[in-house]
């Protein structure tokens, strides 16, 4: 007998006894709602007794004996079982848009509740498929684009309700805008058609594992993180790229690397909103215990990034060689004016300087030691011209960055970041402090990385020496500006990147990772 019947027949035999003996119950409203109640919990009993048998009755003979389906049978499959989810759900098979914000939370609810039962049938929906969520330069949107010539379907999502921040990035394939008023709902059916359509997630950037704005209304109905959480129950790989030095690190912790201490150049040091020990801690903890498998660049290893999922991975900060190609022509409206006769062309850049500025003119990018350094280098005969942009667009930036001749970069924090490998990429040298502690962790990962990495290392005190043998020695610019280009594609190019990820990926999903992927 189907569990409804039976229910339908245990609930009438159950009136038919209370009318024939009133006196032994209470006819009250407490009573029928609590009747109503109990209705209900052996309805979803049965329900779900149905849906279990259901469920086991899909056909997953085609995925035997295969790694991975093929897209369009794995989104096939996933429409079944979604169907399925609905039907226990109590709403109506998949129509796009017309789901309410109620039903949406009761798909939800059941993909938790049966978490234990789908995670199997997940697993056996395995296929090349990977959601960026949230942008990270253009790095993401590069990887994906050279993941889908491997046959991955692999799509970025641009949550970022900060416009500033557009002018970094180069594309994407979703977005979340806000202009007008909210709309969660959209936000949360992506959320849900992510979970059937994607195997590997893969976010970046401090308090960066999330989907956006929606993280909000989450927490209100679910519970803080609880859109990450269910990915997990789900079986779904999570993979993030680290970014920043609060990614993972206490400030009193980053304080510490010498000889300089990088905090106190920094304008946020004294701002808990952007980075304090508390702040820094708690999104070191949920990280790790979400992530199954970090990048990172520079061996920034203490912390919370000590951790056996942690690895160096340059690779995912990634260039596009056509875009940062040496030989591209400059627009009109970028072209410097006539190079004199000895100019030398130093580039120096702050993305967003006002904010990352003291009102004594000291950040991290060392501004406040280039400035006065090239003034005396020019006392000393020497014709440089500054190039130091603000504001522009990064895709156009590169036409501004092909025209110099050295990059000046942080002569304190310890490592380079997407200036400098955008420098490389275009054949340039680049000045920067290479904290040896960092490069010997990274060497014990990546010795070949550690050992052809062409930067030119430089303190405050040592800088004015080593900027003016580069100034006055064209050939020596020149020889490592070619080692630079040699080595951004070696190692940073979207092509190194999507048969380093291919494999990461892959190798995740099969649950078959090895430490050297």
Request: aromatic share 14%; with cysteine.
């Amino acid at each position: 007998m189907e569990g409804g019947k039976l229910f339908l027949v245990i609930k009438n035999h159950l009136i038919k006894f209370i009318n024939k003996h009133p006196s032994f119950f209470i006819k009250s409203k407490f009573f029928y709602s609590q009747l109503r109640k109990f209705s209900f919990y052996v309805l979803s009993v049965f329900e779900r007794i149905k849906f279990r048998k259901k469920i086991h009755r899909l056909d997953f003979s085609h995925s035997e004996g295969k790694k991975f389906l093929d897209h369009e049978e794995a989104d096939r499959l996933s429409d079944e079982l979604r169907n399925l989810v609905r039907q226990l759900a109590g709403i109506r098979m998949i129509k796009e848009g017309e789901d309410s914000i109620e039903d949406l939370e009761k798909e939800i609810s059941v993909l938790n509740d049966q978490a234990h039962l789908l995670v199997g049938h997940f697993s056996k929906l395995r296929s090349k498929r990977v959601l960026y969520s949230g942008q990270c330069y253009y790095n993401s949107y590069y990887l994906s684009r050279s993941l889908r010539d491997k046959s991955w379907r692999a799509d970025v999502l641009d949550w970022d309700p900060n416009q500033a921040s557009k002018k970094y990035y180069h594309g994407h394939d979703f977005e979340f805008t806000y202009k007008d008023n909210y709309d969660v709902k959209r936000d949360i059916n992506f959320y849900i058609d992510a979970i059937y359509r994607y195997d590997v997630f893969h976010f970046s950037n401090p308090n960066g594992i999330s989907f956006g704005v929606s993280s909000s209304w989450f927490g209100e109905n679910f519970g803080e993180n609880f859109e990450i959480y269910l990915l997990k129950k789900l079986g779904k790989k999570i993979v993030y790229s680290n970014n920043g030095c609060q990614d993972g690190v206490r400030q009193s912790s980053f304080a510490k690397w010498g000889p300089y201490s990088p905090c106190q150049e920094c304008s946020w040091k004294d701002n808990p909103q952007v980075c304090s020990d508390t702040r820094n801690s708690r999104w070191g903890m949920f990280r790790n215990s979400v992530a199954d498998y970090q990048c990172l660049l520079g061996g920034n290893r203490v912390d919370f990034n000590v951790s056996s999922n942690i690895h160096e991975v340059p690779e995912f900060y990634c260039l596009n060689p056509e875009i940062w190609d040496p030989a591209m022509p400059i627009p009109a409206e970028y072209k410097l004016p006539e190079r004199r006769l000895g100019e030398v062309r130093v580039y120096h850049a702050v993305g967003n300087f006002d904010t990352r500025t003291n009102k004594d003119g000291v950040n991290i990018k060392s501004t406040h030691v280039y400035l006065p350094l090239i003034d005396k280098l020019r006392g000393k005969g020497l014709d440089i011209e500054l190039v130091s942009p603000n504001g522009v667009p990064n895709l156009d930036v590169r036409y501004l960055q092909l025209q110099a001749d050295i990059f000046l970069e942080m002569l304190t924090f310890g490592w380079f970041g997407a200036n400098a490998r955008e420098a490389m990429m275009l054949g340039k040298p680049v000045i920067c402090f290479i904290r040896p502690e960092w490069l010997s962790t990274l060497r014990k990962e990546l010795p070949e990385y550690a050992d052809e990495l062409p930067v030119v290392s430089a303190l405050p005190e040592t800088v004015e020496e080593i900027l003016e043998n580069l100034i006055r020695n064209e050939e020596l610019r020149s020889e490592i500006g070619a080692k630079s280009r040699a080595f951004a594609l070696k190692w940073h190019s979207d092509k190194a990147g999507g048969e380093r990820f291919d494999r990461i990926y892959s190798e995740l999903l099969l649950e078959e990772f090895h430490s050297n992927s």
